[in-house]
């Protein structure tokens, strides 16, 4: 079954504004990533933050987790149109010896100039 | 981003036809993952490879059959595909260690194959 499931599925916002997208996932884990992906590209990472983390700071984003809620949240602050893209979150599972990376459909978001 | 690259970027084929997506990373990363990528779905994990050996198999069907003849380099041999495997193959890397196994992953750009 699906482990991250983000939402909203598409989002489009103007240039200069903030943009939150969110994850909500089904069992315990050990960090949970946020990658982007433009189009007719690969996957970029964005950020990890680990389970005992709540939030999380990269240049212009902000990454939460609530572990008692299954959830996290992206926040692009000052979005510009480069920022177009998609983005997903994936969650790692608790324990060593599993690389598997599970990944939702991610949120398609539109930055207009 | 660079690192991680994958040819060819598209293919075109038919259904009896054999081909091979290679992938190769310049990172020094110990472990190797193919993706598949469809619209609408979420991405799929289908073969890991560490240390050159698998590790897991996600349920895909024998016609893709991975290689890993170095920790740098990543095979998908395609043969008699059916018109449900055109999607965008992803490959990515990432290091490995026994404390901590899921690192942030490395991918490439992907290739696009169309099966007709």
């Known amino acids: 079954s699906q482990q991250g499931e983000e939402d909203p599925q598409a989002l489009s916002i103007q240039e200069g504004e903030n943009a939150t997208m969110n994850c909500s996932y089904k069992?315990?884990?050990?960090?949970l990533q946020w990658y982007r992906q433009n189009s007719g590209r690969g996957l970029v990472h964005l950020i990890l933050?680990?389970?005992?983390?709540r939030e999380k700071h990269s240049g212009r984003l902000r990454v939460t987790l609530d572990t008692s809620k299954k959830s996290s949240s992206l926040l692009i602050t000052a979005s510009r149109a480069a920022d177009t893209a998609s983005y997903f979150c994936?969650?790692?599972?608790?324990?060593?010896?599993?690389?598997?990376?599970?990944f939702g459909k991610g949120t398609k978001l539109s930055v207009i100039p | 981003e660079t690192g991680v690259t994958q040819t060819p970027r598209h293919l075109v084929m038919g259904m009896t036809n054999k081909k091979s997506l290679k992938c190769e990373q310049h990172?020094?990363?110990?472990?190797m993952y193919w993706y598949k990528q469809s619209a609408k779905k979420p991405l799929e994990l289908m073969f890991v490879?560490?240390?050159?050996?698998?590790?897991e198999n996600n349920s895909v069907p024998s016609r893709f059959s991975p290689e890993c003849p170095n920790s740098s380099h990543l095979f998908l041999h395609l043969h008699t595909l059916q018109p449900e495997d055109s999607a965008l193959y992803l490959c990515?890397?990432?290091?490995?260690?026994?404390?901590?196994?899921?690192?942030?992953?490395?991918f490439g750009d992907g290739t696009r194959l169309s099966i007709l």
């Open positions: 990515a890397s990432s290091q490995v260690t026994y404390r901590d196994s899921n690192q942030p992953q490395h």
């Open positions: 069992t315990s884990i050990n960090n």
């Open positions: 933050i680990r389970s005992n983390e």
């Open positions: 994936a969650t790692a599972p608790e324990g060593a010896g599993s690389y598997q990376l599970t």
């Open positions: 990172l020094g990363h110990n472990a």
């Open positions: 490879y560490n240390f050159k050996e698998q590790t």
